[in-house]
């Protein structure tokens, strides 16, 4: 905090901009950032990323989001909906926002942005990107993650982390079992949760935003294509951990 009290000292960019979240507890933390008017830049965006990853150096995951000063969070899944309610969000998509992520697992740390043209834009902060996972030759990319840090007298024991994984491999259990342990060896603590899809658009799951910002959709899948999709599922909350395909 010490710091970025100095750093709004020396730079009032820094401080017009607004905490929307701040949460931690164990080995998690997520926050949220509002950047000012004219301040959606890559450097400051960087600028700020770096701050965050200073500030709580001993948590196994940190996710930092932060949005442009019109712009809005990707917009979410009710409980129940359909394919046809999926094409329709995509057919009526409106212009994309300034949004940017940066995601720390253990000593690895990216940051993604989506500028106001759709540019995406990727840059390691340290160590490598944790988001590319290389397993028996096979690449794996976290597309998404979500985290549930609850707070009040409604606490869980174990929070949340769940993965949303994309590959062009096809999907294998025992593969993905590998996957799945090397996350919970970073993030011991906690339940993980892991979905692992070839197209990467997670249509069925109400933990994923609609439209990804930083996922290109090439062109929607059609309702058949849609229907013989695939996911595999792996999950620790209780007894051994599972994996299998639904």
């Not at 010490?2 to 931690?24: G, M, N, Q, Y």
């Not at 094409?87 to 990216?110: T, W």
Request: proline letters at 7%; hydrophobic letters at 40%; charged letters at 25%.
């Amino acid at each position: 905090m010490k710091t970025f009290t100095l750093l709004c000292l020396i730079s009032t960019v820094l401080c017009a901009d607004t905490r929307l979240e701040d949460s931690e507890r164990g080995d998690l933390r997520k926050v949220v950032i509002r950047i000012s008017e004219g301040a959606f830049t890559l450097e400051h965006l960087e600028e700020l990323a770096q701050i965050e990853l200073t500030r709580a150096p001993r948590v196994s995951l940190t996710s930092l989001t932060m949005i442009g000063s019109q712009a809005g969070f990707p917009l979410p899944k009710p409980d129940h909906y359909g394919f046809q309610t999926w094409l329709n969000i995509y057919n009526i998509k409106s212009e994309p926002n300034e949004i940017a992520e940066m995601v720390a697992i253990g000593q690895d740390a990216v940051l993604r942005v989506s500028d106001r043209n759709g540019t995406l834009t990727e840059r390691i902060l340290s160590g490598k990107n944790p988001l590319r996972i290389a397993v028996e030759g096979r690449d794996f990319q976290i597309v998404y993650v979500a985290t549930d840090i609850p707070v009040g007298k409604y606490v869980r024991y174990r929070e949340d982390i769940r993965f949303f994984i994309r590959t062009v491999s096809p999907l294998r259990v025992d593969t993905e079992e590998e996957l799945f342990r090397m996350l919970q060896v970073v993030l011991p603590n906690v339940r993980v949760i892991m979905n692992v899809q070839n197209d990467g658009l997670f249509i069925d799951s109400p933990d994923y935003p609609f439209l990804n910002p930083f996922v290109r959709i090439e062109r929607p899948p059609t309702r058949e294509e849609y229907l013989r999709t695939k996911t595999l599922r792996c999950d620790n909350a209780i007894g051994p951990p599972w994996c299998k395909i639904q």
